[in-house]
Each structure stands twice: as structure tokens, then as C-alpha cells.
């Protein structure tokens, strides 16, 4: 579905214009039925392709997952993989930096946990929240995050270079569906253990995490790694757009089973 891709895509060089795209949009599917549907086959083709990345163990995809809180990093991550072999594909979830990490440089730890060939990784937050997160909280000056942009940017690129396909998902959740979504982590008890005070802080800080958002998807949506803004105020849609994007950029990498044994075609079990 090149159209959808296109739709979603931040093309190099230029401004997403976050504020401009709806996040409760429903893209991909004229019905939520549909879209359901949809994803199953997606979910389907999605294994598949990830058995096929696993044999042949040349080459990587990295799913950068970035938003707000509640965006739905989480239940996309729970929705589209539920049919990839877990022998293969990981989450790493990054907090905020503590022990060794704040000993190194900000990509050390990012590195460590990029995946190996063969398997899919998935990066619930990464790198992008030190020129996010750390922005917006003044953690770090401005030249110390400004110059950061160029070091992802090569990072990626070596990533790339190296093997490693790299697609990155903004999923842009509206305020006022955050508000909701914080509610319900309030009310349930389910969803309790997810609530933060800081997430209220964060909330408080909203204009700003948007224009550094903003910023860092213009500075760092490049022609090797782009980035992909998803409307994600409707889970089944936002799952979709994600696993349409996905499984793109598998086929783009096209794994190729390894041959098998010679005489294999000749072999009787007793
Ligand atoms: P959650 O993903 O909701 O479990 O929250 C993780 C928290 O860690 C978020 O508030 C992130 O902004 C924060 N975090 C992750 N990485 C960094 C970082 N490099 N610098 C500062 N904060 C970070
Ligand atoms: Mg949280």
C-alpha cells in the first residue's frame, strides 16, 4: 500500500508539520472490521518474513517506538508481533538513564541492545528521548542536544550500512485522547502500575515535547532511516499503519531462506 506509506512518511529534509496531521485520523482501512481483517494478514505475512530474516541471520530490522505517554508504544508493540517468534525478536524499553549508562555516552547503551542478524528489535523509547526528554527537561544545554541530531543521523547510517534496516514511528496521540487514556490508567486497576506523576509533568510540558518532536523528526528523517507519523488516537488503525510499515520494510529486505542440504530431495526418513 505505497499510497498509506506515503501518507505517513516525513520526506528528508522536511517538517513533519505534527500539528497540521490529525491524530484521529483512521487510515488504512475504510472500517474498523476491515482493519481488523487486515492486520490479521499483515500479523500473518509478518511471521512469515520474520522466519525468513531468522534463517537467512544477515541482516536486522530495528522499530524505533516513539510518543507521548499513552500513545500506545505498548499495545503496538502487543497487537503487531503477536505472530513473530519470540526465538528472534526482542523489546527493550528504555527509562531514564541510571548506573553505568550516565558513565557513558548516550548511544553506548542504545548500541548494546541493537539487534543481532537475524532478529527484529523493538525500541520501546531510544535514543530520540535524548534530544526529546532530555530537552524539554533541561537536562542537557542546547549545544550538548543540538549537535546530537548529526550524531544519529551517522549512527543510523552505520546501522544501515552495517545491515541493520531502521524505521522509525512517531505515534502521535491528540491531548485531549491522552487525557482519556491517563483517566483510565486512574480508574482501572489493571492499568494502575502504568501512571506516573511525571506523566502529569510531561502533560504539562505538551507544546514543548511537541515542537522537540517536531524538531527532531525534520532533523532526523533521512532517506536511510525515515521516520513514519502515525495517528494513533484509534488503536486498531494505529496497529495497522504500524504493521503496514513493517512489513515494507521486510519486503524491501526481501530474506531469502538459505538453500537447503544438496540431495535433500533424495533423503528417506526410515
Ligand atoms: P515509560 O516509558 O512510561 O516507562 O517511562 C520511561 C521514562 O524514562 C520516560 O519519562 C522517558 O522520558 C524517560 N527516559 C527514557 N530515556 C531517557 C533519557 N535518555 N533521558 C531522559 N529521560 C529518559
Ligand atoms: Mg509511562
Redesign the pocket.
Known amino acids: 500500500m505505497p499510497h498509506l506509506l506515503d501518507e505517513l512518511n516525513v520526506a528528508p529534509g522536511s517538517p513533519p508539520r505534527l500539528a497540521e496531521r490529525d491524530p484521529d485520523q483512521r487510515l488504512g482501512a475504510s472500517s474498523k472490521d476491515e482493519g481488523l481483517e487486515r492486520l490479521e494478514r499483515l500479523v500473518e505475512r509478518l511471521g512469515v518474513l520474520h522466519n525468513r530474516l531468522f534463517a537467512e541471520a544477515s541482516r536486522a530490522v530495528l522499530l524505533v517506538l516513539q510518543g507521548m505517554?499513552t500513545a500506545g508504544k505498548d499495545g503496538t508493540t502487543r497487537k503487531v508481533f503477536t505472530g513473530v517468534n519470540p526465538q528472534g525478536c526482542y523489546v527493550h524499553?528504555?527509562?531514564?538513564?541510571a548506573g553505568a549508562e550516565l558513565e557513558h555516552d548516550?548511544l553506548w547503551r542504545v548500541h548494546q541492545v541493537c539487534p543481532a542478524r537475524g532478529e527484529i528489535a523493538i525500541f520501546?523509547?531510544s535514543h530520540y528521548?535524548?534530544v526529546v526528554?532530555?530537552r524539554v527537561r533541561r537536562?542537557v544545554e542546547q549545544h550538548v542536544w543540538q549537535r546530537r541530531y548529526e550524531h544519529i543521523r551517522g549512527f543510523e547510517r552505520m546501522l544501515t550500512d552495517e545491515g541493520t534496516a531502521v524505521v522509525k514511528v512517531f505515534l502521535h496521540v491528540s491531548k485531549e485522547e491522552q487525557r482519556k487514556r491517563l483517566e483510565e490508567r486512574i480508574e482501572n486497576p489493571e492499568k494502575r502500575w502504568k501512571f506516573?506523576a511525571?506523566d502529569l509533568e510531561?502533560r504539562r510540558l505538551w507544546d514543548d515535547f511537541q515542537s522537540a518532536y517536531e524538531d527532531a523528526l525534520r532533523e532526523t528523517s533521512t532517506d536511510w532511516a525515515p521516520w513514519y507519523v502515525v495517528p494513533a488516537d484509534h488503536n486498531w488503525s494505529r496497529n495497522l499503519c504500524v504493521a503496514e510499515i513493517l512489513v515494507a520494510a521486510l519486503e524491501r529486505i526481501d530474506p531469502e531462506l538459505p538453500e537447503p542440504e544438496p540431495g535433500i530431495e533424495n533423503v528417506t526418513i526410515v
Open positions: 505517554d524499553s528504555f527509562k531514564e538513564p548516550y520501546n523509547r528521548e535524548d526528554a532530555v537536562l506516573r511525571g510531561d
